[in-house]
């Protein structure tokens, strides 16, 4: 569950259609965009960040909505961990600090690394787990916030600029764009998902926007019920947090990749490539919404 939520959501709190009917968010540029960004997430809005990104069509639209509901119960997730654990909390704080300090991990690295690329001899996977997954829990946009300053934005035409993190790529050779769309004049963030890379293994198709809603909709209720566990007090720390979380992934998440693994084959079959997994047969229902 920790490379799940992390790959899909850690790159979204950095690279997060328009937000201008919200009073104080701007779009007007490739910098406001970037500072509305962060203002979503200092006034609690996290959920807002998704319509920062721009979106093929309705399809990619449904799922970006679905993944802003779950970056808003994130969100809420981690207000109830400072609420129930506020020293756990400090403490883990401060390690990230002295993280940043003895290693040179920044909040943005520390975000694809999940704060242990000092440390991944110590300690068992699960102990490496639970520690990404605590840190994601209490302080999700911990990079955001913490980077903010670093995020500019380069020009490369009247409608196009490059994301940058201090002066180069955030990942490399991975490019995130702004464009300003044509129509409404606003600058959004456009999502790497074209790349070479990625093709043959991420689809646009209604199908494929389904199945990954599907994934996101699992992933959202498990956040959903580790806040109601906070809230009636049935966690007793940040530790016991994670854990059930990972209880819970094990329980939830399999039909869901399951799902993205038979779609991939699909996909792959149709355009006559290869099929790495071997799998095969037709995507399952994705699971149901709570």
């Given at each position: 569950m920790c490379g799940v939520l992390r790959w899909i959501l850690s790159p979204l709190v950095i690279v997060l259609a328009s937000c201008s009917r919200d009073p104080g968010y701007s779009q007007a540029s490739p910098e406001a965009t970037i500072a509305t960004a962060k203002q979503m997430v200092k006034d609690g809005k996290a959920g807002l960040l998704v319509k920062l990104i721009h979106s093929d069509d309705e399809n990619m639209r449904r799922c970006l909505n679905r993944l802003g509901h779950t970056l808003a119960h994130l969100q809420d997730l981690a207000m109830e961990l400072n609420r129930a654990f506020p020293e756990e909390?400090?403490?883990?704080?401060?390690?990230?600090?002295?993280?940043t300090a003895n290693s040179?991990?920044?909040?943005?690295?520390?975000?694809?690394?999940?704060g242990r690329a000092t440390s991944r001899r110590d300690g068992s996977p699960a102990d490496a787990m639970n520690s990404s997954l605590t840190r994601l829990f209490a302080?999700?946009?911990?990079?955001?916030?913490?980077?903010?300053?670093?995020?500019?934005?380069?020009?490369?035409?009247?409608e196009t600029s490059s994301l940058l993190y201090k002066g180069g790529p955030i990942i490399p050779a991975v490019p995130i764009l702004l464009k300003q769309d044509p129509k409404d004049k606003r600058w959004y963030f456009v999502l790497p998902i074209d790349l070479p890379i990625l093709n043959g293994y991420f689809f646009?198709?209604?199908?494929?926007w389904r199945t990954y809603t599907g994934l996101i909709a699992t992933l959202d209720n498990i956040v959903k019920d580790l806040t109601q566990?906070?809230?009636?007090?049935?966690l007793k720390s940040l530790?016991?947090?994670?854990?059930?979380?990972?209880?819970?992934?094990?329980?939830?998440?399999?039909?869901?990749?399951i799902a993205i693994d038979r779609l991939t084959a699909a996909e792959r079959r149709t355009?006559?490539?290869s099929d790495p997994s071997g799998s095969s047969g037709g995507t399952p229902k994705t699971p149901p919404l709570k």
């Open positions: 909390v400090r403490k883990l704080r401060e390690e990230a600090a002295s993280q040179g991990l920044s909040g943005l690295a520390r975000t694809f690394t999940g302080s999700p946009f911990e990079a955001l916030e913490e980077e903010s300053a670093n995020l500019t934005a380069l020009q490369l035409d009247q646009k198709t209604p199908e494929a566990d906070v809230r009636d007090g049935k530790n016991d947090t994670a854990r059930v979380a990972g209880e819970k992934a094990f329980t939830s998440l399999p039909f869901a990749i355009r006559g490539l």
